[in-house]
């Protein structure tokens, strides 16, 4: 989706994928012809992904994995995103933004106390891609851009690997978490139970906060939480809860139409029934 926000801004942009191929959900999209479509592995030999990676001006990284193996959520989180912000920094000494979608503060606090120990791999590769990111631009904070969301929904499916909740619903869950009393009391709590209170972050918001940063001349910054993914992306509020409870007090009012009509012509159908035994 930041692909299409960046073609639509203007920009030249090339995607760097294993397959190089259009996601199946882009097939009938017309911008899709104005990428570049480039197959690479980002743990391949440096020759060969800096020759996919050519020489940018900004790089964006939405590369990373979930699971249970350690060590596949080190190497896809941490040692895959290193390898790209090595290789973009090798061919343009003089990159000028990198935005990286990583991971909230507060779920990353969770690390210690809450979650399994093999999640540590994920966590410990979001560090290595945070620095990787940051050394890409030579140190300079101004010209890096930390997504840091809790949950992304979105699309038209649920999922359990990939974690996965769809928009109607993640839209509902958002807005309700974003009003004063959840806040107050995920202010309040610890941990996971924190975490869980924190409203969800649309996959458009994310993504085009990823594309504004990409795009930005002005200074760049750091994104924690969904509050400030949101501010800074320009999405409109979430309207899921109140989208939910219209539908259904329109159904509502619909079935109350129908049964005033229908209830009474079958109270009469019984009755007319019930004089024909009688006969």
């Known amino acids: 989706m930041t692909i299409s926000l960046l073609v639509e801004k203007g920009a030249s942009v090339t995607s760097i994928s294993k397959t190089g191929t259009i996601p199946t959900w882009a097939n009938n999209e017309n911008w899709t012809a104005n990428v570049n479509w480039k197959s690479a592995d980002l743990l391949s030999s440096q020759e060969t992904l800096d020759s996919a990676v050519g020489t940018p001006d900004a790089v964006v990284s939405c590369v990373g994995v979930v699971?249970?193996?350690?060590?596949?959520?080190?190497?896809?989180?941490?040692?895959?995103n290193v390898a790209a912000f090595n290789s973009a920094k090798r061919c343009n000494p003089n990159l000028q933004r990198v935005a990286y979608v990583s991971i909230s503060s507060e779920v990353?606090?969770?690390?210690?106390?809450?979650?399994?120990?093999?999640?540590?791999?994920?966590?410990?590769?979001?560090?290595?891609?945070?620095?990787?990111?940051?050394?890409?631009?030579?140190?300079?904070?101004?010209?890096?851009?930390?997504?840091?969301?809790?949950?992304?929904?979105?699309?038209?499916?649920?999922?359990?690997?990939?974690?996965?909740?769809?928009?109607?619903?993640?839209?509902?869950?958002?807005?309700?978490?974003?009003?004063?009393?959840?806040?107050?009391?995920?202010?309040?709590?610890?941990?996971?139970?924190?975490?869980?209170?924190?409203?969800?972050?649309?996959?458009?918001?994310?993504?085009?906060?990823?594309?504004?940063?990409?795009?930005?001349?002005?200074a760049l910054s750091t994104l924690d939480g969904t509050d400030e993914i949101n501010a800074y992306s320009g999405q409109p509020p979430s309207t899921g809860l109140t989208d939910a409870l219209t539908f259904a007090k329109e159904k509502g009012i619909e079935f109350i139409d129908w049964a005033k009509v229908e209830v009474p012509k079958a109270i009469d159908t019984i009755k007319e029934k019930a004089d024909e035994l009688q006969k």
């Open 108 to 218: 990353d606090a969770c690390k210690e106390n809450w979650l399994p120990e093999f999640f540590n791999g994920y966590f410990e590769g979001k560090i290595m891609a945070e620095e990787a990111a940051l050394n890409a631009v030579d140190g300079d904070t101004k010209k890096l851009c930390l997504v840091k969301p809790t949950f992304i929904y979105g699309g038209d499916s649920f999922g359990l690997l990939p974690p996965r909740v769809n928009y109607e619903y993640g839209s509902g869950v958002e807005e309700l978490l974003m009003n004063p009393v959840f806040k107050f009391l995920a202010d309040k709590t610890p941990g996971l139970i924190k975490v869980a209170l924190r409203p969800p972050v649309c996959v458009d918001s994310v993504a085009a906060a990823c594309a504004v940063a990409a795009m930005s001349e002005s």
């Open 67 to 80: 699971g249970t193996d350690a060590d596949e959520l080190l190497k896809g989180n941490g040692n895959a």
